[in-house]
């Protein structure tokens, strides 16, 4: 039970104060006139003020309520490695017991997880939140054990005690590190990406001869293993294999002794993209879709197009010097021999054999094909004819024969049940509502796909694989009346798209594929194929432990699934004869790029309310109280502020001059004054 005076005026405090000037005025007069009561005046100006300045005499109940110590247990996952999990504990119940015995006292214990996705030790985050919910008047200290290599450390928090680091870990503790410095997202394929890598030790690292192993792998292939300098930025020299998703694994092998391994691996997943799309487009004669491949091929600027048109065949006799009919000489021996490999696609458009191109060069783009080329071939009536390009060394990789018949009637290109599966055919643009064509070339013994049909359901459009190479047949020459817009036309240009890109082995247009796509630490798992079914899936983890996973048909040909990774590093897919690799959380964990223990992070935040920092290993520091404003850490000893604070249960005043009593006083010294005042 406390009490105190306190005043409530009954008017405001201005206006007290000058009834007082003007009563002190009064009585001065009446001192200097020689006024006898003048005294007795006085002491009534004196209780009339009193009363007006309402004097209560108030006692407060209180309870006292206990200080609150934080402290705060750092369970990220550089809390893991070495013996740093048990140190923590064991020094964290050993100071709550000590500070639980001290009187008026009690501890408010806070566990400090890893941050969300990559975000690190959010200590200071976690902190904040904490005091939110704690009355300021009422914390005496802050206690932090960590390794303190806290992300957050900048955030600004108002302290309103002073904050100690108990430092993790020991002063011999050392480990190596393999960080990517740079690394572009996309390469393109064929040509030399520079990475940028290094790799240093970091802590108590023992003598080395200053080199380390490093294993470079990629897609999960055969590691090859180099001797790189320690402590330098090593710039890498790396060519794409393919296009797509490249996953390139860098591995630092452990050393005895080192803090942990998880910083030893980098994954770096590059997307490779072909620079541009070199086309060879020969046409046989000029003719409408002629223009209208050239128009197609044109419009896109990925694409550099060599446009190869024979504008008089060798039998015609019109008199037209040779001179006249073009500036210079085709050059089709460089362009056949010398130069095939720089292309990309070959496109022959309703060509026939008149005997410009040799037999010897038809049969280099046969072997063009066989070596890993690409060739399109769009028949007209030629194809089923006697100089038909079947009839020549072409022939022996081309996916099907001509029967030498010519179907001249109208019919709706329709996709087979097999093209409703292959992702060239698959969902095109329009679904099925197109304009007609009005020919087609019967061909007979298709080997490959059949993914279009024509009249009769007769084979349209055959794509085949031949050795390393594609070959791609579409049996008309009426595909350019859907750029025309013949009877509301029909996605030429996405067919086209798609059969070039197939052709080029993009993987997105593989009609067998295994891909995955990250998203954290879940991988969404697409499976492509032309079966009906497919196995369940095999996962490998970084650990080598394996799940199968079973996949849905998702829409046709398409197989999806779901996977929660349990852990960062590299996964291994596979699924009947399709294999794929991926990797699941951050090239370099943030929780793993800095392991060693040190308060140099913490500092900045220590120093405002004169904390200070303390290894465990060195014994648990004493507790003393300080005075708010004193150094609150010394050598061996830290301190906490006792806060003093209460809780006022109850409140009771009670009035010194209450309206008697004042009017009482005050008529009695007024008339006493009165009354010495008459006798002089």
Known sequence: MTGSIIFDPLIPWSLVAAVAVIATIGVILAAVRGLNGWALRALAAMVILGALTGPSYQQEDRAPLTDIVMLLEDESASQALSDRPEQTKSAADRLAAQIAARPNTEVRRIMVPDGEGDAGTQLMTKLSSALAEEPRARIAG?????????????????????????LTGKST?????????????????GEPVTLTLRIEDMGAAPESTGLAPLEISVDGDTPQRFEVPLGQDIELPVTLPHGGRNVIQFTVPVAAGELTDRNNTALIQMNGVRDRLRVLLVSGEPHPGGRTWRNLLKSDSSVDLVHFTILRPPEKQDGVPVSELSLIAFPTRELFLEKIDDFDLIIFDRYKRRGILPALYLDNVANYIRQGGAVLVAAGADFAGADSIYRSPLGTVLPASPTARVLDEP??????????????????????????????????QARGNVVMSGVNERPLLILDRVDQGRVALLASDHAWLWNRGYEGGGPQLELLRRLAHWMMKEPELEEESLTAEATGQTMRIKRRTLEDTVPPLTITDPSGNE????LTETSPGVFEGIFEGPEIGLYRLANGDQNAVIGLGPAAPREFEETIATGDVMAPVLEDLRGGVVRIEEGLPRLRNIRVGRPAAGRGWIGLTPRDAFETRDVRQTGLLPGWLVLLLSAALITAAWLREGRR
Not at 143 to 164: C, E, I, K, R
Not at 173 to 189: C, E, G, H, K, V
């Open 142 to 166: 802050i206690l932090a054990f960590s390794d303190g290599q806290v992300h957050d450390a900048d955030l600004p928090v108002d302290l309103p005690a002073p904050m100690h680091l108990l």
């Open 411 to 444: 019919y709706l290109p329709a996709i087979t049940d097999l093209g409703k599966r292959h992702p060239v055919t698959t969902e095109l643009p329009g679904n099925g509502d197109w304009g007609r064509w009005l020919r087609q070339i019967d061909i007979a």
């Open 173 to 189: 503790d050392w480990d190596r590190r393999l960080s990517i410095r740079n690394a572009p997202a996309f390469a393109i394929i």
């Open 547 to 550: 799940t199968e996973l079973s």
